[in-house]
């Protein structure tokens, strides 16, 4: 790696994507210095990564958080902050170069927005920044000329298909999905699985809101959204196909036939070290990804009757404005219920079509009109799942 040293925040340093951004920071001491660290509730994990990469400055969300943290971390040179102002700071850390989103949930939005107000460069997982207020983050980073970089595989792998191409001979990307571990479930069985049958991923280890929206589907329906957002591209020219083996990340389809893909063993590393070091590439040492042995790739079409959430992501897109904030937000919300078990499965997806079919759509003219609509759609869905769906 040659160029200067980066420095970094990292927002959700505690997350699935947090811990394996450090463990390539680990990796590569001479090109990333960690300079902010912010986490939620993981005081005993945030400890240890403040104690190794020596951050200037920490948050966490609660100020009792942040009081466990300045109790184990006393005597350390460390700055400790806590709520949306703490991840603010953070995010807009004068020393920072980059900052990696990888909160998860639209509470990743205000933070990643500050970040890029404040022109910083930006590796982003955090889908739901863009489902959320995509048409005013994407002004934002216009307005700014920073760049923001997709670490979610399927995005990264797009940005990678479009290298060198133009964007008007594109003729339409291609998401692949895994298709989760119901793929193969009938209707009857989606009805009775549990929380701990849907975390169990057949190819990628994640987090567990982004595990159960693999399961839902609803994962590729934010990715979906994501990409007209990231690539500038209307709806209809954004393809899901189901491919089971999770080898080909995504696709860009030309309009002289050409397809374009990139593959690669399922492993988060590739597209998170890809967006630190773009348009570079680092060393890492992975599996290689060996084609013979895999043997065979198929792709199928999703099947939007045993995973409506798909079609629901395409709806509020359409719809527009405060919508897609308001579909989200009632995800989130339907999702923490399942894995209380306060929910099933398939209402899930009966929770959202229900909050988004009481929404009143809205303009998205400012940051504000989405955080209104995350919050309505919040107590919206939290009131009917409350009341027993009909
Ligand atoms: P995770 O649940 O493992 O980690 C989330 C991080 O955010 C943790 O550090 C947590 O402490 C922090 N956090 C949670 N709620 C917060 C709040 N309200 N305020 C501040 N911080 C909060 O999640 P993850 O799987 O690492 O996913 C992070 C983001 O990356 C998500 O948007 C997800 O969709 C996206 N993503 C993840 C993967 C993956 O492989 N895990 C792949 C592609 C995209
Ligand atoms: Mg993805």
């Known amino acids: 790696m040659t160029g200067p040293m980066k420095n970094l925040t990292i927002l959700g340093s505690t997350g699935s994507i947090g811990v394996s951004t450090l463990q390539i920071v680990e990796s590569f001491p001479d090109a990333y210095r960690v300079v902010a660290l912010t986490a939620g509730n993981n005081i005993d994990l945030l ?9 200037q400055l920490v948050a966490v969300v609660s100020e009792q958080g942040a009081e466990r943290l300045a109790k184990r971390l006393q005597g350390q040179d460390v700055e400790i902050l806590s709520g949306v102002e703490g991840l603010i700071r953070c995010a807009t850390h004068d020393a920072s170069d980059m900052v990696v989103a990888a909160i998860v949930g639209a509470a990743g939005l205000v933070p990643t927005m500050a970040a890029i107000k404040a022109g910083k460069d930006i590796a ?10 995509g048409s005013l983050v994407m002004d934002e980073v216009a307005r700014q000329g920073v760049t923001m970089i997709p ?11 479009l290298a060198g191409q133009r964007s008007e001979d594109v003729r339409r990307i291609i998401l692949t999905a895994s298709g989760g571990p119901f793929r193969q479930h009938s209707l009857q069985q989606l009805k009775s699985v549990t929380p701990a049958d849907a975390l169990a991923h057949p190819n990628w280890n994640m987090g567990n809101k982004i595990s159960i929206d693999s399961a839902t589907m609803m994962n590729k329906g934010l990715e979906v959204i994501e990409a007209c ?27 002289d036939g050409a397809v374009l893909a990139q593959l690669g063993v399922p492993d988060m590393k590739t597209p998170i070290a890809y967006a630190l070091s773009w348009p570079q590439r680092l060393p890492l040492d992975l599996q290689p990804l060996d084609l013979c042995r895999a043997e065979k790739l198929t792709f199928a079409e999703p099947d939007l009757e045993r995973f409506p959430c798909l ?20 995800n989130e919300v339907a999702v923490e219920a399942f894995l209380q078990q306060r929910l099933d499965f398939l209402g899930i997806p009966k929770v959202i079509e229900q909050v988004v079919a009481r ?3 809205e303009e998205l003219v400012a940051i504000d009109k989405v955080l209104q609509a995350d919050l309505a759609g919040r107590q919206e ?3 009917l799942i409350r009341e027993g769906l009909k």
């Open 47 to 55: 400890v240890e990564q403040v104690c190794k990469f020596r951050p």
């Open 124 to 133: 982003l997982a955090n889908k739901e920044t863009l489902v959320t207020a």
């Open 151 to 161: 670490v979610d595989s399927e995005h990264s792998a797009v940005f990678q298909s």
């Open 229 to 255: 957002w990231l690539f500038n591209l209307p709806a209809e020219q954004v393809a899901v196909h189901i491919h089971p083996e999770s080898i080909i990340h995504s696709m860009v389809e030309y309009k």
């Open 311 to 330: 079609q629901l992501a395409y709806q509020a897109f359409a719809a527009g404005g405060t919508v897609p904030a308001v579909m989200n937000a009632a």
């Open 359 to 361: 929404h009143q759509r």
């Open 381 to 383: 869905a939290r009131n």
